[in-house]
């Protein structure tokens, strides 16, 4: 899927993962971990094809 264009998503953070999800198709287009450190948030992307047109 690519996402071409501003697309509204929602982060669903959980203990240590977050699912990122495309609002408009209703799936789930990344998974991710995550970590705080600093008032920091990290996200390493561990699925998904979410990709944006150049």
Do not use: A, C, H, W
């Not at 509204?8 to 971990?33: A, H, N, P, R, Y």
Request: glycine share 6%; no cysteine; net charge negative.
């Amino acid at each position: 899927m690519n996402v071409p264009n501003e697309t509204q998503i929602v982060l669903d953070f959980k203990k240590d993962s977050v699912d990122m999800i495309i609002v408009d198709e209703g799936i789930v287009g990344e998974k991710m971990t995550y970590s705080i450190r600093d008032s920091i948030i990290i996200m390493k992307k561990i699925s998904g094809n979410i990709r944006s047109s150049p």
